[in-house]
């Protein structure tokens, strides 16, 4: 996707304060009507600058399979296009290493407008939110992950605004939750329920689909 450079560097600009790594700007379709939002990039993503190739990423492409997706059939990014990272003590040797954490409020509104326009441009008629990160970001609230994953809401996103912070967009958007990627790996019991979540959403894409699909 073509990001205007104004853009792009006031994003690399705000980040700059905070302890975060690499730039990664998505991947994908643009015109695709599906749009998956993540949290952040971790390592390896920071490093070769391509969203969801690590671990996580497949993980990601499992879920996808389960969804009736492909990489190519959907726009990816995320929240914070920079890998926000922490120093941890080595376990097995003596220093320090980078280990992956959640992106603070401020990393967040620092790559907002970068996000929005994404949003702005692939125009998508379903946004899938991976993880409680996504799902504040984009629309604002704050429901327990597991009592929402799978169904899809109606809602206005919020955009950042640099006069007046945190405003409402005034359409409404399809949006999606899902657990993100890496939470089987912390609680695999969840893996029957993200399936069931998963088949559920498969469902919901593919009636949205079969009117186009059958030429009405
Ligand atoms: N998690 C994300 O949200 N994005 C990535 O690219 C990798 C892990």
Redesign the pocket.
Known sequence: MNIPDGIKTEALRRIEPYDVEGF?LGAGDERSDIMIV?????EN?AVKGE????R??KELDKQLDILGLNRKDIYLT?VVRSRPYRWVENTNKPGYRKANRKPNKKEIIAHAKLLDYQIDQVKPSVIIA??SV?YQRLTGREDKMSSIIGSVMEVPLLKWSDEEGWITSEEEYKVVALY???AVFYNPKIRSEIEDSLKNVREYLQNEKAPEDSGA
Not at 51 to 54: A, D, E, L, R
């Open positions: 990664v993540g949290e952040a990039p971790g993503e969203p969801f190739i690590g996580a990423g995320s991976l993880g996504a993100h990627p890496a």
